[in-house]
C-alpha cells in the first residue's frame, strides 16, 4: 500500500531541480505538443537527447526513469501489438494463418510505442525535479490571471495542497485499517469482484469518517488561524524567473527548431 | 504449544534507498497463558514484532511458528491467524457496522459461524468485557463514548476466543481510570479464558504491575527478556537504556540517594511498604 506514491519526487539539487516550477510545467505542456508533431521515427532522435541531457543534468539515476515507465506496461505492449497486428500497408513480412504482419505495421508499432515512452519519460522528469507543492503553486501563479474571469486559482491550488498533503496520511491509515479487519478475519483478496468490493467496505467506512473528522479538524484549524481565502495573501516563497529558466527556454527553442528544421527538410 | 519466534528480521521498504532494518534477529517464545510486556523507545520495533504474531507482517528472514502453523505458509497463516487476537492502537478506529453487536461479531462470521451463534457470542464478548448486551446490543459503534468504543473493539477481537491475546498499547490516550478499567478487563479475560497475553505499553508501572515476563527491545535488537522482578528489578539498566522506570523505584532511587537503605531491587508498591515498614521498626531515621 504505502508504495503508491503521487508524485515520485527525487530529491535533489541540480540546475533543473532549481528551475523555476513554471518553466518546468510550461516546458513540459510544450514538449508534449512538440512529441505530437515528430512525424518520422529517426527524428524521435533529438527529443531522446533533449530528454538524455535533461537527466543527465539532473543527476536522476535512469532507474527511476524506467521504473516511471512500469506502470504503463501493459498499455505499452498493448499498443504495440495492436498497431503490429492492425496496420496493414506496405509489404507483408511475416503471414500466419490469419496473422499478418506487414512492414508499415512494424514501423507504426515502433512509432507509437516511442512516442509513448517520450511522453512519459519527459513528463515523469518534470515530476521526478518538482515537488507537488511547487507545482501547485506554478499553477497557481500560471492561472491567477484568469481570476479576472472569476476562475478560483487561489481555491483550486489550496485544495491540490490539501489533497496531496493528505494522500499520505490516508494511505497511512487504510494500511492500518486494513492490517486490523485482517486481524478479524477480513479477506481482501480471494472471491470474485462483487465479493472483493463489498469486503472493502469494513475499509471504506471507518476511512471516510476519519477523512471527515481530518478534514473538520483542518477546516478548524485554518479558520482559527484567520484562513480567509486567497485575497491579500503574500507567500512565503516567491516564484521568481532567473537566467537559467531563460537558457532552459532557449535549450527548448533550439530542440524544437531543430525538429521543424530537420522535418522540413527531410521529411 | 507456544509462539515461536526464531532469528525475526525485518526490514521496511527494502531494496529502496529508504530501507530500514526494524527488527534484527529476534528470538523469542511465548509460552500458553503466560503475560509478556513488551517495552521499548518508541521506534524500537514493538509494534512491528506484534504484528508478526500474526502474519500481518512477513519476516525478511527468520520465521515465526504459532502453535506450529508457520505464519510465512499462506494456508498455515489463516489457522495460525485464528489463535492470536490482534488489538492495534486506537482500535476504535475500526468500528464500521450499523450496531455494536454486528461490529463484534465481525470476526466470528469471517470464521464462517452461523449468523445466530455469532450473535450469541457477541453478547458473550461483550459481556466480558463490561459493555452491558442489553444496553449495548443495538447502539451505533459511532455513539459510544471513548473508552466504550475501545471495548467495543475489544470485544470484537476476544469474541474470536484467540488463545493469544496481543495488545499494542492498549491504554493510549486514556486517563488513569480508563486505563485500570481496561488493564482489569485484560486481567479479567486471561483469568475466564485462559489466553496468554502480549502487551505493549509504555506505561512502566502497568508493566511491573501487571507483566510475569517483560522483554526489552531497542533499535530493533531484544535487549533482554527475563521475569517482571529481574528487568524491573534493575533499575539502573532501564534508565541505561534510555528507558523510563515504576514510579516506586523512581522513589526508592530518590530515597537511597539520600541514604535510605533501601534494597537495591525495589520497584512495586508492596516491596516498598514492606521495605520501609521494616527500616522504621528498626528506628530508622528517614
Ligand atoms: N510502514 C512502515 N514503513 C517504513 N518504516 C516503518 C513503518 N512502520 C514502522 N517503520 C519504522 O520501523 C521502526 C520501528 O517501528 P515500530 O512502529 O515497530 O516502533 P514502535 O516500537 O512500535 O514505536 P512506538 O512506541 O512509537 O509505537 C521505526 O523506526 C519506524 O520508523
Ligand atoms: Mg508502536
Redesign the interface.
Known amino acids: 500500500m504505502r508504495d503508491i506514491t503521487l508524485g515520485q519526487y527525487f530529491p535533489g539539487n541540480s540546475p533543473i531541480h532549481r528551475l523555476d516550477p513554471r518553466t518546468k510545467l510550461l516546458g513540459m505542456l510544450a514538449y508534449i505538443i512538440v512529441i505530437f508533431f515528430v512525424k518520422k521515427i529517426t527524428v524521435f532522435l533529438l527529443p531522446a537527447l533533449f530528454v538524455a541531457m535533461v537527466t543527465y543534468l539532473a543527476r536522476v539515476p535512469l532507474s527511476y526513469l524506467v521504473r516511471s515507465l512500469k506502470p504503463i506496461r501493459f498499455l505499452l505492449v498493448f499498443m504495440f501489438f495492436i498497431n503490429l497486428f492492425m496496420v496493414k500497408t506496405g509489404d507483408l513480412i511475416w503471414e500466419w494463418r490469419f496473422i499478418q504482419i506487414t512492414e508499415g505495421g512494424v514501423y507504426q508499432a515502433v512509432y507509437i510505442t516511442l512516442r509513448l515512452v517520450l511522453l512519459l519519460a519527459g513528463t515523469s522528469l518534470m515530476t521526478l525535479t518538482t515537488t507537488p507543492i511547487a507545482l501547485t503553486d506554478a499553477l497557481e501563479k500560471l492561472l491567477t490571471p484568469f481570476g479576472k474571469l472569476g476562475f478560483p486559482a487561489h481555491e483550486l491550488a489550496m485544495m491540490m495542497t490539501i489533497a496531496l498533503r493528505f494522500i499520505p496520511t490516508l494511505i497511512e491509515e487504510a494500511d492500518k485499517i486494513m492490517k486490523a479487519q485482517m486481524a478479524r478475519g477480513a479477506d481482501f483478496e480471494s472471491g470474485n469482484i462483487f465479493r472483493r468490493a463489498k469486503s472493502m467496505i469494513p475499509v471504506l467506512v471507518p476511512l471516510f469518517i476519519s477523512a471527515f473528522r481530518r478534514a473538520d479538524e483542518l477546516a478548524m484549524a485554518m479558520e482559527s488561524r484567520c484562513y480567509h481565502g486567497g485575497k491579500g495573501r503574500t507567500r512565503m516563497h516567491v516564484l521568481r524567473f532567473a537566467p537559467r529558466d531563460a537558457a532552459a527556454a532557449a535549450a527548448f527553442a533550439a530542440m524544437t527548431g531543430m525538429i521543424v528544421l530537420v522535418q522540413a527538410l527531410w521529411v | 504449544m507456544p509462539i515461536v519466534v526464531e532469528k525475526l528480521n525485518h526490514a521496511y ?1 527494502e531494496g529502496s534507498t529508504l530501507a530500514h532494518d526494524a527488527l534484527k534477529d529476534v528470538t523469542l517464545t511465548i509460552g500458553d497463558g503466560e503475560f509478556l510486556g513488551l517495552i521499548g523507545h518508541t521506534g524500537s520495533g514493538k509494534s512491528t514484532f506484534v ?1 508478526h504474531l ?1 502474519g ?1 507482517l512477513q519476516p525478511t528472514s527468520g520465521s515465526v511458528t504459532v502453535d506450529g502453523f508457520d505464519m510465512a505458509d499462506k494456508k498455515q497463516r489463516v489457522q495460525g ?2 489463535l ?3 488489538v ?1 492502537q486506537y ?1 476504535e ?4 457496522e450499523e450496531t455494536v453487536a454486528k461490529d463484534v461479531a ?2 466470528v462470521k ?2 464462517g459461524v452461523p449468523e445466530a451463534e455469532a450473535m450469541a457470542r457477541a453478547d458473550e464478548a461483550m459481556a466480558l468485557v463490561g459493555l452491558a448486551p442489553e444496553r449495548f446490543r443495538d447502539k451505533s459503534p ?1 455513539e459510544l463514548s471513548g473508552g466504550e468504543k475501545r471495548r467495543a473493539a475489544l470485544a ?2 476476544i469474541v ?1 476466543r484467540p488463545k493469544y491475546l496481543v495488545l499494542d498499547e492498549p491504554m493510549a490516550g486514556l486517563d488513569p481510570l480508563g486505563r485500570r478499567d481496561i488493564l482489569d478487563t485484560i486481567d479479567h479475560l486471561r483469568a475466564t479464558l485462559g489466553c496468554a497475553v502480549v502487551m505493549v505499553s509504555h506505561s512502566m508501572d502497568d508493566m511491573a504491575d501487571r507483566a510475569e515476563r517483560v522483554a526489552v527491545l531497542s533499535a530493533g535488537t531484544l535487549l533482554r527478556v527475563g521475569s517482571t522482578a529481574e528487568i524491573f528489578g534493575d533499575a539502573k539498566f532501564l534508565l541505561e537504556n534510555g528507558l523510563d522506570v515504576p514510579q516506586v523505584s523512581r522513589l526508592a532511587l530518590a530515597l537511597r540517594a539520600r541514604g535510605v537503605a533501601l534494597p537495591e531491587t525495589i520497584y512495586a508498591m508492596d516491596e516498598m511498604e514492606l521495605a520501609l515498614c521494616n527500616l522504621l521498626g528498626k528506628g530508622a531515621e528517614i
Open positions: 521498504m504484528q500474526n500481518l491467524r485464528r492470536v487476537g490482534m492495534f482500535p478506529y475500526q468500528l464500521f465481525f470476526g469471517n470464521m459511532f470484537g477481537i474470536m
